[in-house]
């Protein structure tokens, strides 16, 4: 069976720090693109970062960039958000997710239509 697991959320204060991590189970995701999601109640999900299979090439929403850094552990199967500098907006669940080359090609993406497998999220909280 398939499964993401994300794990490091948790509460903190504004200008913070907290370490996402997604590990991945059931089968190697070492040529599958992956991204970082988050969603509010009522909303959309919105990418927040994206990570190619091999790590030579990442995506970073504009309202995280120079704040937060997608990265990969091909060996290990786990991807990771780190958030510095967190704000208040950042208060989100957010989900890891998989995407498959053979239907979608090898290129990252973001559009949450376009990835197969997603965590069951891990909530963050940014308090002011």
């Known amino acids: 069976q398939v499964q993401l697991v994300e794990s490091g959320g948790g509460m903190v204060q504004a200008g913070g720090s907290l370490r996402l991590s997604c590990a991945a189970s059931g089968r190697s995701f070492s040529s599958y693109a992956m991204g970082w999601f988050r969603q509010a109640p009522g909303k959309e999900r919105e990418v927040v970062a994206a990570i190619s299979w091999s790590g030579d090439t990442t995506y970073d929403a504009d309202s995280v960039k120079g704040r937060f850094t997608v990265s990969r552990d091909i060996a290990k199967n786990t991807v990771s958000l780190q958030m510095n500098s967190l704000k208040p907006e950042d208060t989100d669940v957010y989900y890891c997710?998989?995407?498959?080359?053979?239907?979608w090609g090898p290129g990252l993406s973001r559009s949450s239509k376009d990835y197969n497998y997603w965590g069951q999220g891990t909530q963050v909280t940014v308090s002011s």
């Open positions: 997710a998989a995407r498959s080359p053979t239907i």
